[in-house]
């Protein structure tokens, strides 16, 4: 998922002199960072319109590659590491495991554990249940009353395993795991790109008599 902003203002220059267009490169390199980095701050915001309570590891998803005098184009683009579940978010589809269970937390995250916004509990807090064997067990209730998953003695005897504590389930393991396009990526995008009031047009506009005006 990438944004390319260019450059064309062949159109914006027709009445420049030579010297005048000498700062043209100057004025849109600048313009182009404007705008990307405009549109950088609008999808991190738009994360916390589009998700419900997002997690920093989606907020901090998008990347900036600003442009250069020599070469006058801006990418906004999603970090590598997220770009397989982002990809859900804005075209929706099937999530399948990479090993042998996906891992899906219960949308009310009462136990308090840390989990990212990609439907996966953190490293970290996975390695303490793991560990916390009187807390926490992964399987299928006794009786076979719930689905197979992750979950959590809790309440006064939920460090004691023969006391009759109560459980709750934190997570569902899962072959499959099915999302809905949530995230107009490109939308976002070209609304930002494309705005009269803080797009490229506007940016370059004042960045063009800001490089004229400290020409020397």
């Not at 249940?129 to 076979?144: A, D, L, S, T």
């Not at 003695?153 to 939920?158: A, D, K, V």
């Not at 072959?175 to 009269?196: H, Q």
Request: no cysteine; aromatic share 10%.
């Amino acid at each position: 998922m990438r944004v390319n902003i260019k450059s064309n203002i062949k159109e914006v220059t027709k009445g420049l002199s030579s010297i005048q267009k000498k700062q043209i490169p100057f004025a849109t390199m600048l313009a182009l960072n404007d705008t990307a980095f405009a549109l950088h701050k609008t999808y991190k915001k738009q994360t916390k319109q589009k998700f419900d309570d997002p997690t920093p590891y989606t907020q901090k998803a998008f990347r900036v590659d600003k442009a250069k005098k020599t070469q006058l184009t801006a990418v906004v683009y999603v970090d590598k590491k997220r770009e397989d579940y982002m990809q859900l978010q804005v075209d929706g589809g099937t999530r399948t495991p990479k090993r042998s269970s996906i891992v899906v937390p219960s949308s009310k995250n009462t136990s308090g554990i840390t989990q990212y916004a990609s439907g996966n509990i953190t490293k970290g807090a996975m390695n303490k249940i793991k560990r916390n064997k009187k807390k926490y067990f992964f399987g299928v209730p006794k009786g076979g009353k719930g689905t197979e998953g992750i979950w959590e003695r809790y309440g006064r005897t939920s460090t004691n395993t023969s006391s009759g504590a109560r459980i709750r389930q934190v997570a569902k393991l899962t072959k499959m795991a099915k999302y809905k396009a949530l995230y107009p990526f490109e939308k976002i995008g070209n609304g930002v790109a494309f705005s009269k009031r803080n797009g490229f047009d506007s940016n370059f506009a004042r960045r063009l008599r800001y490089a004229l005006r400290t020409a020397k």
